[in-house]
């Protein structure tokens, strides 16, 4: 393994490459007391760690650190810091590592093995960019490439947030301050940009092997995430529907795969507040494109097709009354009372779950159904 050592302190840049050859093989390929990436990317891109201090006069050493990590995404960053207050808690071990000063022996051979373990379980390269990466937001973030179907293990759950949010906002660009808005309104001000830095390091070691796909670039006092031959389940799906035609005979089984796409809620198991308002709006869009097949098959006297559409967006959406309706007044035409009753009742406890009633005109009619004695015919009339 090779590694550079950046400290604005020379001593301090002495005393550590003895450490290390005291209890490694690692080449010290350079140590620099005044670090221009500009010049020194190549020697960024051959190496495996960088031991960066965090407090240095010309640069933080985290802002130092996204540079870095934007040459060489594969590269492991250890913090070397004098502080044992906020910048630690932030670096947890099994993290971001981080070293305090002065660097102890025993302490610098643990992180040491513990960062050889973890290249040895890490791909040297990243996969090819020529295959298609297929990313699902569909109810759970996915990842799928070569038949290989993954779930990525993020170091920390805000880790996970970050990367959520920038892939919503994938191409644009996200001010750090709209992020720490986001994801540490709670935190002061210091301390929610080092756990910002550290969340983002954190993206970027999660998506070293699709690091040909997607990126995180640093632009003025944000990031914009960028990505390379990547399809986005629930983008697609919106495109595909926003370049199909109007629904009919020779259209509606393309209608169908296109709507086969929507896998579930936009991210449905995460429960973000900022993941609300494009979830709903996809939900509506989804409702909207579900009716349509229905009332089309309905009209084309298909109940069956129809039956399913309308079953689906009870699925989807429990407490959706009119499509609940819709299937009480198709089993009554087709003389199937049991069912009309089944699904009064599932409309009937989807809405007391929500704590509200179900609306006086379905009520209505369903005491109406069960006196008349469900004849059908009465119910064909309703469904006109």
Avoid at 86 to 114: G, S, W
Avoid at 122 to 137: A, C, D, F, G, R
Avoid at 186 to 197: D, F, G, M, W
Avoid at 266 to 288: G, M
Wanted: proline content about 2%; aromatic content about 10%.
């Amino acid at each position: 393994m090779k590694a550079i050592l950046i400290d604005d302190e020379l001593l301090a840049l002495d005393y550590l490459e003895i450490q290390i050859k005291k209890v490694s093989n690692i080449e010290v390929s350079g140590k620099y007391s005044n670090f221009e990436l500009e010049e020194d990317d190549e020697r960024v891109k051959e190496v495996d760690i960088v031991f960066l201090d965090i407090e240095m006069p010309e640069v933080n050493g985290l802002e130092l650190a996204e540079q870095i990590l934007e040459v060489n995404p594969n590269i492991t960053i250890v913090f070397v810091t004098a502080f044992t207050n906020y910048a630690v808690r932030a670096f947890e071990v099994d993290a971001l590592d981080y070293i305090l000063k002065p660097v102890q022996k025993d302490r610098l051979k643990i992180t040491l093995d513990r960062i050889e373990k973890k290249l040895k379980n890490t791909p040297s390269q990243p996969l090819s960019v020529e295959q298609t990466l297929y990313i699902n937001v569909c109810d759970e973030l996915t990842f799928f490439l070569k038949d290989n179907l993954e779930i990525l293990n993020w170091r920390t759950a805000k880790a996970q947030e970050l990367f959520l949010y920038m892939l919503q906002q994938l191409g644009k660009t996200v001010q750090k301050s709209e992020l720490i808005e986001i994801l540490w309104k709670e935190s002061e001000p210091k301390k929610a940009y080092a756990l910002l830095y550290n969340a983002i390091y954190h993206v970027r070691k999660a998506l070293s092997k699709y690091s040909d796909h997607i990126t995180i670039k640093s632009v003025q006092d944000g990031y914009m995430l960028l990505a390379h031959n990547i399809s986005i389940d629930i983008k697609e799906w919106e495109e595909r529907l926003a370049a199909a035609p109007l629904i009919n005979n020779s259209t509606v089984k393309d209608y169908e795969a296109i709507m086969h796409l929507y896998k579930g809620a936009y991210l449905h198991k995460y429960d973000y507040l900022w993941i609300e308002s494009e979830r709903y709006r996809l939900e509506q869009l989804w409702k909207k494109i579900a009716y349509q097949l229905a009332n089309f098959y309905k009209k084309q006297e298909d109940l069956e097709k129809a039956e399913i559409w309308y079953v689906k967006i009870c699925a989807q959406l429990p407490e959706e009354e009119e499509a609940h309706f819709s299937l009480m007044k198709l089993y009554a035409t087709l003389g199937l009372g049991l069912l009309v009753d089944h699904q009064y009742n599932r409309l009937n406890q989807a809405m007391e779950e929500l704590g509200i009633q179900v609306s006086l005109n379905i009520q209505q009619w369903y005491e109406e159904w069960k006196q008349t004695g469900r004849s059908s015919l009465i119910y064909q009339n309703n469904m006109d």
